[in-house]
């Protein structure tokens, strides 16, 4: 069974910095893409950033000046750092990961419970 867990989402003023963090346990072989989506009242999931196994990334054109996602293949961790958050930036943020449980490869995807940033004054 696989879980991701995020931490780090809480309540940042217009301009502020948080740091999402995202822990991949359970039965893991290997781990291809990691992402994170968000979903504001009202609004459809977004992809966010995404991170590849090589270390390879891409964002959405909103946040890419702003956002850096990273990730530790050794802890199976990805990270999402947020600066000069707007109160547009305020959501839930999912993490998302496309991993192989076994030695057969079989990819499949999974997603945290989501952890909540808000941005406001």
């Known amino acids: 069974q696989v879980q991701l867990v995020e931490s780090g989402g809480g309540l940042v003023q217009p301009g502020g910095s948080l740091r999402l963090s995202c822990a991949a346990s359970?039965?893991?072989?290997?781990?291809?893409?990691m992402a994170w989506y968000r979903q504001a009242p009202g609004k459809q999931r977004e992809l966010v950033a995404v991170?590849?196994?090589?270390?390879?990334?891409n964002y959405l054109h909103s946040v890419e000046d702003r956002f850096t996602i990273s990730r530790d293949n050794a802890k199976n961790t990805v990270y999402l750092q947020m600066t000069s958050l707007k109160p547009e930036d305020t959501a839930l943020y999912y993490c998302n990961a496309h991993l192989a449980p076994y030695s057969d490869l079989s990819v499949y995807e999974y997603w945290g419970q989501g952890t909540q940033v808000t941005v406001s004054s």
């Open positions: 359970g039965s893991i072989f290997n781990i291809n893409n």
């Open positions: 991170i590849a196994k090589s270390g390879r990334t």
